[in-house]
């Protein structure tokens, strides 16, 4: 255990808060460079997650037992250029050139991280046709599956509340990170 100083000045000096050294252009430039990298590839893993489900209602529309599927599973297909159109608006901009100072670019990277943050709107619209989806998909296999013993639905039911339950919960704690990221970014404006 250290011992209190002597000195009234070293006292007050050792107790003084720690200065926060400003950021360098070539430290901002750093984050924005791995913020846009990141960004790639997230946008890249959910256009290929998008190219498999768009490869699964295909099969299922052609393979489908009757019309009413069919119908179903090409409703649900509608959400595949919504999902492009919100990960086309994430990809990242342009950085500014060498000419952009250290303000400037810290303005630059909270305008990119605001931006990229998931839009409820978007993300409800690209979510309208999976649900009259399943809705038709319901209606065609209703009489077959409460003929079953036990009845498919009440699974179904049940893995739809879970996936609400996940997407609510993503989108919180995604609201609650870019909340986080803001503050961070605004500190660095010192």
């Known amino acids: 255990m250290s ?6 000045l070293k006292a007050l000096w050792q107790g003084q808060e720690p200065e926060i050294p400003n950021m360098t252009v070539q430290a ?12 790639r590839r997230n946008v890249v ?8 489900v768009v490869c699964i209602f295909v099969v299922q529309a052609w393979t489908a037992m009757n019309t009413l599927l069919r119908v179903a599973d090409i409703v649900m297909l509608a959400w595949a250029p919504m999902m492009l159109w919100m990960q086309y608006r994430r990809w990242p901009r342009r950085t500014p050139g060498v000419e952009a100072s250290a303000q400037g670019l810290v303005d630059f990277y909270r305008a990119e991280v605001v931006r990229q943050a998931p839009d409820l709107r978007l993300i409800g ?18 009489d077959k599956a409460q ?9 179904l039911g049940a893995l739809v509340v879970l ?13 609650r990170r870019l909340t ?11």
């Open 125 to 142: 619209l690209s979510l309208a046709p999976l649900a009259v989806g399943m809705g038709l998909l319901i209606a065609a296999v209703w």
């Open 180 to 190: 986080e990221r803001l503050r961070d970014i605004d500190a660095l404006r010192g």
């Open 163 to 175: 996936w609400v339950v996940v997407v609510v919960t993503q989108l919180r704690r995604s609201r």
């Open 28 to 39: 901002v430039r750093m984050l924005v460079k791995d913020n846009q990298a990141r960004e």
């Open 3 to 8: 011992q209190p100083p002597d000195d009234h």
């Open 45 to 52: 893993c959910c256009l290929i997650v998008a190219a498999v």
């Open 147 to 155: 003929r079953l013993h036990p009845s498919p639905l009440w699974f």
